[in-house]
């Protein structure tokens, strides 16, 4: 799959904040753990968040790459706490334009934000201090090709961070090793699977409303409800971090 063909999520976006019931579903599962500030699309909660802030051990003016960035706020609040720069990279231009929007309300305007993906950053070998990624990876299909690529782009020594669903049929840990990484944690993110369990649910018990507020960009949505929570269990939300050879 070629990811500047991977529009699946842009109705999605283009009605993402006109949805009161979709707030109120992450609201009522979340409570304050939900960033809702951020707008995030995914499962990210503001625990992931502060562990992947000490996972990337971001400095001042360091530049952070937030691959597949979507509206861009996981990427935004960590670089903004830490004084860093912010690339952030997403196939879709109405996310890449969401996220312009956003990183000037939530006061991080130097923050750039461009098309792009995990297997065509565009950017220098080395330019990157440090690289994100939030929910993403799991729709990426050539996952060594992605890690190349990170690798390519990273400083030696630079710090990658991401959270991604790992069915037993994918090892991240394996595929890192081989480009170049070394491994420094694994963990399963706190409470993950009842809350997003919980998630599907409502959107499922909610699919009307939904429809009506999101229009044609509901039925990403639906589909993932009803159909991930037969595989959920065994594919853990798990958060990694590891560094490029120094
Ligand atoms: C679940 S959303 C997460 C967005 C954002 N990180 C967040 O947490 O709000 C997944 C994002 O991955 C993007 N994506 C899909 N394929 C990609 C690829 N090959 N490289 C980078 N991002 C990709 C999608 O466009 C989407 O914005």
Known sequence: MNE???????????????????ARIYREVYGDDHPEEL??????????LA???????????????????????????????AGARLLGLDPLGVAVEGARELSVTLGLPGARFAVGGFTGTGLE????DAVLSVDALWMVWNKRAAFAEVARVLRP?????????????VDHARLLAGAGFTVTAKEEAERWLERQLRVYELVCSESAALEAE?????SVLLEEAR????????????????????
Do not use: N
């Not at 500047?4 to 979709?22: H, I, M, N, V």
């Open 39 to 48: 707008r995030p699309f995914g499962f990210v909660t503001r625990t992931d």
């Open 214 to 218: 999101l229009g044609p960009g509901a």
């Open 157 to 169: 020594g630079g710090r990658f961070v991401f959270s991604t669903w790992e069915p037993s049929y």
């Open 125 to 128: 070998a080395g330019s990157c």
């Open 227 to 246: 159909d991930t929570p037969a595989s959920l269990p065994s594919s853990p939300r798990v958060i990694m971090a590891a560094t490029k050879a120094g």
């Open 51 to 81: 562990r992947m802030a000490d996972l990337l051990e971001l400095r001042p003016g360091t530049l952070l790459l937030d691959l597949g960035c979507g509206r861009g706020g996981p990427g935004i609040a960590l670089a903004r706490a």
């Open 4 to 22: 500047t063909a991977e529009d699946r999520y842009a109705g999605f976006y283009a009605r993402q904040l006109s949805s009161p019931t979709l």
